[in-house]
């Protein structure tokens, strides 16, 4: 018989797993410690949440779950579908944390992905699955007393603070120091932050010659870099590229190479 769509989309997703690093594998042959990222298929839920379509373990532990949909599908609004399967877990199953932080809806061409250790989880559209020692980084964030629900018994204590992702860190950021910056720049760094703290991860600074740009940049570049939030990727002709980093080089900038 030929392939139903939905079977087409969970063969593209199973596909798109492995090239991620995780081992998929059907419930009766589970093996949570075949890897340090497993996928399990058809896994059963408490009563009354039905099956998730992949069960996700990190190190032994459940992490997060899969809504698979078949190719064509819209996925905005299915992560009411998945946040509901996250919830689902049996209490007598290990888990970093009650509900399942990391959620996805995919078709096998589009994924979506919601991270629950954010202070305000939103669904957004991601390129692919995000590698287990990926996640496994994140989950290391969450405080050491509500790290996890063992199991054979009642679930854990609930992290009662956000962990320090991205977006919760950036809303914490030290006062700028303004000892040497124009009043341009300064409105710069600071529309920029709170641009970032507000979950728009894209940005545009525009600045007239002359008015500071390249050590702007490099303020804002610390702020990220300095407590390891964020990397720099710096993109444009290579003289512009590499007076950014003259620049840098004269900051207290690690890791900043040409």
Known sequence: MPETPEQKARIEIDRLLGLAGWSVQDVKDANIHASQGVALREFPLNTGFGFADYLLYVDGRAAGVIEAKKAGATLTGVEVQSGKYAQGLPESLPAWRRPLP???????????????????????????????????????????????????????????????????LVRQLPPLIETGLWSAQVRAIRNLETSLAADKPRALIQMATGSGKTFTAISFIYRLIRPQWASLCAVGTGGAVGQLCHRGDRCPLSGFEV
């Open 102 to 168: 990391f959620q996805y809806e995919s078709t096998g061409i589009e994924t979506h992905f919601t991270n629950g250790l954010d202070p305000e989880p939103r669904s957004r559209p991601t390129f692919a699955f995000h590698r287990p020692d990926s996640l496994r980084q994140w989950l290391d964030l969450l405080p050491v007393s509500t790290s996890h629900a063992l199991g054979g018994g009642a679930p854990g204590p609930v992290a009662a603070f956000a962990p320090p992702t991205f977006l919760a």
